[in-house]
């Protein structure tokens, strides 16, 4: 059942949908008509309603995809393809304790909170923090995620070392954090560093020897498939290069 406070995701066709939270004396409207989102609590998702024009729309429980491109955003994001093999190498569970440098527009806090994870995240801009942190509270996971105000590398000095069982990077200069992302962490723990360059990749590995066991380092491209009847093919556009995952565990 759909209660006040609840997201939804509001699905007329594929150009137009939406993810609201449901408040009492707020509106839904789009091109094709209004919906008062009083009229939504108490159905099921699943249902069906009408707007003010006639146009029928679906109430569906919102995916952590629908969620996150609902997010309003600050920086550039990281895509769910990359977050979706982010989280299986990490191995993201109920309950860890997950220790995140470059919180952004909060695309990634928001999916390791969404799967129960505790997360402790740093970022060093004011305003990216602002927004991350309306983002996370509109998505009912602001009690998931603890906020720092400064840099990674003082994790160890805030929380002390050896405290957490993942960690996620996405900084421009990764090399200058590795000491205190080391002195966080338990031995043994999966880390995860997104970068865009190659010659990134060469400065981090460099910076990794003798702290972090190099495991690999990958990218992802996504290309949707356009089914038709006799005319299924590849869409003409996809998602391609967006960045490289380095993924790398904490040793003694």
Known sequence: MIREGDLVLIWIDRRRKKVVKVEKGKTFGSDMGVLKLDDIIGKEYGNSVTLSTGTK?????????????????????????????MIVKLGIRAGMRVLEGGT??????????????????????????????????????????????????????????EQFEAAVIDLGDPWKVVDGVWKALKPGSPTAFWLPTFDQLEKLKEALRGKFLWQESLELWERRIKVEK?????????????????????VS
């Open 104 to 161: 952004g527009s909060a695309f990634i806090t928001a999916s390791l909170a969404w799967l129960g994870a505790k997360v402790y995240t740093f970022e060093k801009r004011r305003e990216h923090l602002s927004v991350a942190l309306r983002n996370l509270k509109w998505a009912n996971l602001a009690d998931k995620v603890i906020a720092v105000k400064g840099g990674i590398e003082e994790a160890p000095h805030v929380y002390g070392t």
């Open 230 to 250: 006799g005319a299924t093919r590849p869409e003409q556009l996809g998602i391609t290069f967006t960045g490289f995952w380095v993924f790398a565990r904490r």
């Open 57 to 85: 729309a679906l109430l569906l429980r919102p995916t952590l995809e629908d969620v996150l491109y609902s997010f309003k955003r600050k920086t550039q994001v990281i895509y769910p393809k990359d977050i979706g093999m």
